[in-house]
């Protein structure tokens, strides 16, 4: 299975968490990108995709996202399961915190895409967020390094384990072993 961990950073936090994230799934062939450096033929060339990104400012797109997010709009992810991780400041911007991955998560659903991997908001102090699925859990994992860099390390486990043991992300990888 070939995995695309696809991300975008200013401060190189978003990096540290997707570097986390990769050294989970070590048994399987997966690379690493920044968003600024992949092509929607790149994106569309993995089996699984996840995406990362940081919430800026008052709920806006990291720059790199933000440069590349009309062509993202444009991308049919039909057949494609996906992943989202992202970063934010859950008590300096407690109405928008990981908002970017509800942005994200919004193109992907409307492109045809499947998202698996939901978070769940228990151990969170925020008052709105773009992120969420639903009032208990957010589109994906969600990584606050201002206020809770304690828990990161082994947020980025579970979550990644999550995934890894996901029925979907099972069943793809089944598939592909039977169609080689």
């Known amino acids: 299975m070939k995995i695309g961990l696809i991300y975008g950073t200013d401060t190189g936090y978003t990096e540290q968490v997707a ?5 989970h799934f070590k048994d399987f062939d997966i690379s690493v990108h920044e ?34 997010f ?33 942005m994200i998560g919004e193109v992907i659903l409307k492109n045809n895409g499947e998202i698996i991997g939901e978070w769940s908001t228990e151990g969170y102090e925020f008052e709105n967020s773009l992120g969420l699925k639903n009032e208990k859990f957010f589109y994906g994992l969600a990584i606050d390094e201002d206020n809770q860099f304690d828990q990161t390390e082994e947020r980025i486990k579970v979550w990644s384990n999550q995934l890894i043991n996901h029925e979907k992300f099972k069943a793809l990888e089944n ?5 080689r």
């Not at 991308?75 to 992943?83: Q, T, V, Y």
């Open 70 to 102: 009309e062509d993202f709009k444009k991308i049919d992810f039909s057949n494609k399961l996906i992943a989202l991780f992202g970063l934010g400041d859950q008590y300096g911007y407690d109405d928008n915190f990981v908002d970017a991955i509800g």
């Open 175 to 179: 598939k592909l072993i039977s169609s």
């Open 19 to 23: 570097a986390g994230i990769s050294g």
């Open 35 to 68: 968003i600024k450096d992949v092509s929607e033929k790149k994106i569309l060339s993995f089996d699984f995709i996840i995406f990362g990104a940081p919430t800026w400012y008052v709920g806006e797109l990291q720059s790199d996202w933000e440069d590349y």
